[in-house]
């Protein structure tokens, strides 16, 4: 095999494992690409070599192969011509692509390569690692293949974003290459979502030099740094038998086993995994950390794997604390310390009964009334098994469905918002700043209240024009974040029995599991009532902004992120006729991402138009829209006036200063729209296909990580 870059060390690492096992292969790294020097590469070459695969990680469409395939034909030729060739007879020569899509590459995917050249036909500008089952040139591959030795110790750690888990696993890699003989090596996978997502941390140690430069598959401890987690994803899936699994868990060891759903309670019994224990969250709280659970991870991770003796560990980690926090003062440090010795107090571990007792099964990733695309590809990629994904699920013309993060229900937040009804002003500031959409509020109808669950919360609307009127704050409990900026902002405190004044606001953060499956339902409910009437508020006021639906909601920003309320902000106000020209940052990253899209649409399929503009040129990305736009729309008015000049005053001078007479313009241009269907010249059917742009757009310009 002949290969450069990212590979090269996972199919070292594979030669050496087969040709130990007396198997004639090997490989050439190429080090410097070009100028690429025939006569090396012509004395790199063995004498026996009968059969060669080039992979190059990149595809050239319209090529007669890749970059390095071409390269090795055309040197081959000119060190036979030259009479140069260390071999009788010219090689067969097949060239492959892996590590597209960031694809991973490990010693399975390289084997595949070689087995393909031990058959009688080899497949040819084959790829690697992918299943194409519409070309069919992907290479098969055996998944349990592995040339990893029992004396690589190999963790994966699932950790929240912003949790400090990442940083807590560095600082592990430096303090056992620092403290023992091993080698260490860390790969850290992180969520586009950002903060608030889930980050996988894979961490080997050895005491030989480790040449594996792909994601760990057989782990013998898993770490799990956020409960909900275990209704999410399979992660013990990739758990040896006899391994370990540390849980940090709101329960304690007599009480967690029964609240695990079965299956997570079936692979630890089948595989015979120790298991333990820690109330991280609540000790991080009591220490005043929050949510950082890193340094009681990092050293229940130590005393549990016995990797440095119990004391030398404490130490190794009390010392890296030092130098990481020294700087920001010695509370921040005592801080941590504490955490460190709080850790070594309450780690348990679970006596693992010998069969699963569970009647709470894993809920389904996505709805099973979601759409096709959703339950087959959405799912998938949100259960990290993005790679299992054929090539004919993916649509052939490059679009994506809108609104698909109302069904990934990522059930991230701690604790959430509840709110008290009778407290509360009805202000709707914290509807107004939560970042990711997750709470609402409508004014309603009594008669909407029929057949809603018996913890549906209402209360007598307020204001002008409410009167008779119902009226709701509701949380999406599995869509927050936990940020708590709704409690921050809520202005309405609680009075005591004196008419004093408390520290309780109308919103308080409660913990979401026990609340999850009451306020879900209550969710669904909430959605299903009628939106709020547009004549009964001024959309131009904080409140009255927020009783219209956000056509931007439960995007993957980082939890309290500052950017997100106004954008949806924007979505609201105009969302139905928005054109977003958006520069690559953060605003690109959870606007634009996969495998779910925040942008959705209203009942009548109206929504954002978004593009990436992929430089810091928005400004002039989306000035070209508008320019675009304004000429559409200068167009549709002159041809409006000659197909139809009776009509076109009123069109053309309608009042679009309120949504109200945006919708009744509306209306008036489907009719329009359905008299130019029974028209055949041409100007009509021009003026049929822009006549939508007689409605005003609003153009914006986003910033990459501002406005």
Same mark, same amino acid.
């Given at each position: 095999v002949i290969l450069m870059g990212s590979g090269a060390?996972?199919?070292?690492?594979?030669?050496?494992?087969?040709?130990?096992?007396?198997?004639?292969?090997?490989?050439?790294?190429?080090?410097?690409?070009?100028?690429?020097?025939?006569?090396?590469?012509?004395?790199?070459?063995?004498?026996?070599?009968?059969?060669?695969?080039?992979?190059?990680? =990149?595809?050239? &469409?319209?090529?007669?192969?890749?970059?390095?395939?071409?390269?090795?034909?055309?040197?081959?030729?000119?060190?036979?011509?030259?009479?140069?060739? &260390?071999?009788e007879k010219m090689p067969e020569v097949y060239g492959g692509r892996y590590g597209l899509g960031s694809k991973e590459f490990n #010693?399975?995917?390289?084997?595949?390569?070689?087995?393909?050249?031990?058959?009688?036909?080899?497949?040819?500008?084959?790829?690697?690692?992918?299943?194409?089952?519409?070309?069919?040139? #992907?290479?098969?591959?055996?998944?349990?293949?592995?040339?990893?030795?029992?004396?690589?110790?190999?963790?994966?750690?699932?950790?929240?974003?912003?949790?400090?888990?990442?940083?807590?696993?560095?600082?592990?890699i430096k303090i056992i290459g620092d403290n023992t003989d091993f080698y260490a090596q860390g790969y850290f996978v992180y969520d586009s979502k950002k903060a608030g997502a889930v980050t996988v941390s894979h961490v080997r140690f050895g005491k030989n030099p480790i040449r594996s430069p792909y994601l760990i598959d057989r782990a013998n401890f898993v770490a799990c740094h956020n409960y909900t987690f275990l209704e999410k994803f399979d992660m013990l899936h990739n758990i040896v038998e006899g391994g370990t699994f540390l849980l940090a868990s709101p329960y304690n060891k007599?009480?967690?086993?029964? =609240?695990? &759903?079965?299956?997570?309670?079936?692979?630890?019994v089948s595989r015979k995994v120790k298991f333990y224990v820690i109330n991280a969250i609540d000790l991080a709280k009591k220490l005043g950390l929050g949510a950082r659970i890193n340094m009681i991870m990092q050293t229940a991770f130590f005393v549990i794997s016995g990797i440095l003796p119990k004391d030398k560990a404490v130490k190794a980690i009390k010392d890296a604390i030092r130098k990481t926090y020294g700087r920001k003062g010695e509370n921040i440090v005592k801080m941590n310390f504490d955490a460190v010795d709080a850790a070594l107090e309450h780690i348990e571990q679970v006596d693992v009964p010998v069969k699963a007792t569970s009647t709470k099964h894993m809920p389904p990733v996505v709805p099973d009334d979601a759409p096709e695309y959703v339950t087959t590809v959405v799912r998938k990629i949100i259960q990290n098994k993005g790679d299992e994904v054929p090539v004919s699920w993916m649509p052939d013309d490059g679009t994506f469905p809108l609104g698909t993060t109302q069904y990934e229900k990522r059930n991230i937040a701690v604790d959430i918002p509840v709110w008290d009804e009778e407290t509360c002003t009805q202000c709707g500031q914290c509807v107004l700043i939560c970042p990711h959409a997750a709470i609402r509020m409508k004014a309603y109808k009594p008669e909407d209240l029929n057949? #809603?669950?018996?913890?549906?919360?209402?209360?007598?609307?307020?204001g002008k024009g409410f009167e008779g009127l119902k009226y709701t704050i509701q949380v999406a409990p599995e869509d927050c974040t936990g940020c708590s900026l709704c409690v921050y902002v809520c202005p309405a405190h609680k009075k005591d029995e004196q008419g004093n004044r408390t520290e309780e606001k109308a919103l308080k953060m409660q913990p979401q599991v026990p609340l999850r499956k009451q306020e879900r339902e209550n969710?669904?409910?909430?959605?299903?009532?009628?939106?709020?009437?547009?004549?009964?508020?001024?959309?131009?006021?904080?409140?009255?902004?927020q009783f219209i639906r956000p056509l931007f909601e439960y995007s993957g920003a980082c939890a309290g992120c500052g950017e997100t309320p106004y954008i949806k902000l924007v979505s609201q106000l105009f969302g139905d006729r928005l054109m977003v020209g958006n520069a690559t940052?953060?605003?690109?990253?959870?606007?634009?991402?996969?495998?779910?899209?925040?942008?959705?649409?209203?009942?009548?399929?109206?929504? &954002? =138009?978004?593009?990436?503009?992929?430089?810091?040129?928005?400004?002039?990305?989306?000035?070209?829209?508008?320019?675009?736009?304004?000429?559409?729309?200068?167009?549709?008015?002159?041809?409006?006036?000659?197909?139809?000049?009776?009509?076109?005053?009123?069109i053309l001078n309608a009042d679009q200063s309120t949504q109200l007479g945006i919708e009744s313009l509306r209306a008036e241009i489907e009719n329009l729209k359905d008299a130019l269907r029974g028209r055949s010249d041409d100007k009509s059917k021009q003026l049929l296909s822009i006549a939508d742009y007689l409605v005003r757009k609003s153009v914006w310009a986003f910033g990459g990580d501002g406005w």
């Open positions: 060390e996972t199919v070292h690492e594979l030669v050496d494992y087969l040709v130990a096992k007396g198997e004639s292969v090997g490989m050439i790294k190429v080090r410097l690409y070009r100028p690429f020097s025939v006569d090396a590469f012509a004395a790199a070459l063995p004498s026996t070599v009968k059969r060669i695969s080039v992979l190059d990680r =990149t595809k050239e &469409p319209g090529a007669v192969g890749e970059p390095l395939y071409t390269d090795v034909h055309a040197a081959l030729n000119e060190i036979i011509a030259a009479g140069k060739a &260390p071999f #010693s399975a995917h390289a084997k595949s390569v070689f087995d393909n050249m031990k058959k009688a036909t080899p497949k040819n500008h084959f790829s690697v690692a992918i299943n194409d089952d519409v070309t069919h040139m #992907s290479l098969e591959f055996d998944p349990s293949f592995s040339v990893t030795g029992d004396d690589v110790f190999q963790g994966m750690f699932y950790g929240l974003g912003a949790d400090g888990t990442v940083g807590a696993n560095k600082n592990s007599d009480e967690v086993w029964d =609240t695990l &759903p079965v299956e997570v309670q079936e692979s630890i057949n #809603s669950p018996s913890t549906f919360k209402h209360a007598d609307a307020r969710y669904d409910f909430f959605l299903k009532i009628p939106e709020t009437d547009l004549s009964l508020f001024n959309p131009a006021t904080i409140k009255g902004s940052g953060c605003s690109s990253i959870y606007g634009g991402n996969l495998p779910t899209t925040p942008y959705c649409t209203r009942g009548d399929g109206r929504g &954002p =138009t978004w593009s990436n503009s992929l430089f810091e040129d928005n400004a002039e990305f989306a000035f070209g829209m508008r320019l675009t736009v304004d000429k559409l729309t200068e167009f549709a008015a002159e041809l409006l006036r000659e197909v139809f000049p009776d009509k076109a005053d009123a």
